[in-house]
């Protein structure tokens, strides 16, 4: 039986908890720092739209994610990780870690909710002129 759609058109949808008080705060951090384009309460990760962040207001995050519950999210980001690593420290944007390991690279960021999102890298495609040893969250597997 035949279906007119195609996986490769069905967006997923990641919910990120945030108190009621912290939508201007979240998008500019998901906007302006992350660097993500957004639409209302979503934001596009990758430019085809099929990997997105949703803002949903829940009460007492803070509390829940004190906790420090694991990554709400692993997302593969195409193109050179390590500048883009470089505008979020630039940025300001809180990251836990940054590893290099034989199948690439995974930073761990913390939003102002201190949420944490996972995102991947592919290490041939990256800088490997940008200076990181001051980055303390740096690490090599």
């Known amino acids: 039986m035949g279906s007119s759609f195609s996986n490769e058109y069905i967006a997923t949808w990641i919910h990120v908890p945030i108190p009621r008080h912290g939508e201007e705060r979240a998008r500019n951090f998901y906007e302006k720092d992350l660097g993500f384009k957004r639409s209302y309460s979503e934001f596009w990760v990758a430019e085809d739209g099929l990997v997105r962040l949703q803002l949903k207001f829940v009460e007492h995050v803070e509390k829940i994610n004190a906790l420090q519950p694991s990554s709400l999210c692993s997302i593969f980001l195409k193109g050179d990780f390590l500048s883009l690593c470089e505008r979020w420290v630039h940025q300001g944007v809180s990251i836990e870690l940054l590893q290099l390991d ?15 999102l996972e995102f991947r890298g592919d290490e041939e495609s990256s800088d490997f002129s940008i200076d990181t040893s001051q980055w303390p969250f740096f690490r090599r597997a």
Request: proline share 13%; aromatic share 14%.
């Open 102 to 116: 034989p199948g690439g690279f995974t930073a761990v960021v913390l939003d102002p909710f201190l949420n944490r």
